[in-house]
């Protein structure tokens, strides 16, 4: 019985890790106004949001200027400088 209390609690363990290190996710909708091959631009609340995407974005449905989208993104660090 000890035995499974234990293994239990170290999968509790490894779950609540592995989602610590996964970054949050974040979304935003609205009008895209923009579509480049390196960016979307979306329309939310009368302000603009510049959205990266490369080839590994995974496109749903037709993407094109005037469509309302939902885009799903993570926050990255492309630098940072330490003082």
Not at 3 to 27: C, D, E, N
Not at 52 to 72: C, E, F, Q, W, Y
């Amino acid at each position: 019985m000890k035995r499974i209390f234990v293994l239990a609690g170290l999968v509790s363990m490894l779950a609540a890790t592995a989602m610590a290190g996964a970054p949050k996710s974040y979304q935003v909708t609205g009008p895209v106004l923009e579509v480049k091959d390196d960016m979307i631009v979306v329309e939310k609340d009368k302000d603009k949001w510049e959205i990266a995407r490369d080839k590994d974005t995974k496109v749903t449905g037709d993407l094109k200027v005037g469509s309302k989208v939902t885009i799903k993104y993570q926050m990255k660090a492309v630098s940072v400088e330490a003082k």
